[in-house]
């Protein structure tokens, strides 16, 4: 396993894989890794010749009041993991290695980052194009997996190399959870034993919600979401947001409607969690 913190060498080194005849699966992640990201890690693997994973604190997509300085690291116990799911490259690069300082330069994508997520954190989704815009164009993937766990990223990344035309398929993988039912996410690490107990509600509320909302229909929803807030907010979270929406556009659901993404996000404590069910409906 190789590491390379700069950029020219992982863009050589893809290159030359691509000219070799090799395909390139890429799985960008933030680091302080688990078995949400180890499980894309081998889904990159089983269809791909070189996998090349990215670990990578991205500045751009935290606004100012965020967690970027205190995001957990353990760099060591993630090559650990990367070697031991068969990863080929890890790509680790520094911030002043990733942007320029005048880098002024942004993609944008603008529909499917309004809501949820982009309401709460305006920037987050023009941070996270960027810099997989960026990684493509240095890892030079033809497949890239993206989990779940982040279902409007997914969305968003996927609308993006369709609108840009990127030559990579993007692959969803399914969200991974601890076994009482919690997401895993690297800022679970922030959660005490206390807050940890009550975040469960999250999806315990999100289970009981589509439950409610596969029985009494969509035209249910504002009534089941306001009850599933009060669970979450009376479990000791405070709601980010708890909605409903199409999963082909992230509008309001409507009779064409085929498929739902449930998402919530909440605090408990200072941590900010999210999770989502998607799932079909008869419309
Ligand atoms: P992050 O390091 O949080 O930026 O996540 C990197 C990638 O791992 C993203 O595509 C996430 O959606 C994915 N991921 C993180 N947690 C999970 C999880 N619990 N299940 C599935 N995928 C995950």
Redesign the pocket.
Known sequence: MTVFKSKRELQQFALNARRAGKTIGL???????????T??IDIAREKSDIVIVS?FV?PTQFAPTEDLDRYPRDFAHDLELCREHRADVIFAPEPGEMYDADASTWVNETMLSRPLCGASRPTFFRGVTTVVSKLFLLAQPDLA???????Q??FVVRRMVRDLDFPIEIIA?????DDDGL?????NRYLSEDERTRALSIHKTLLKCKAAILADGLAAAPRILEAGKADITAAGGKVDYLEVLDSADLEAPDGETKEVLLAAAAFFGTTRLIDNELFEVKG
């Open positions: 799985v960008p992640t933030m680091g302080y890794l688990h078995a949400g990201h499980s894309l670990i991205n997996v993206f989990g779940l766990k982040d279902a990223q997914l993988a399914p969200l991974v959870r997401a895993l996410s690297s800022r």
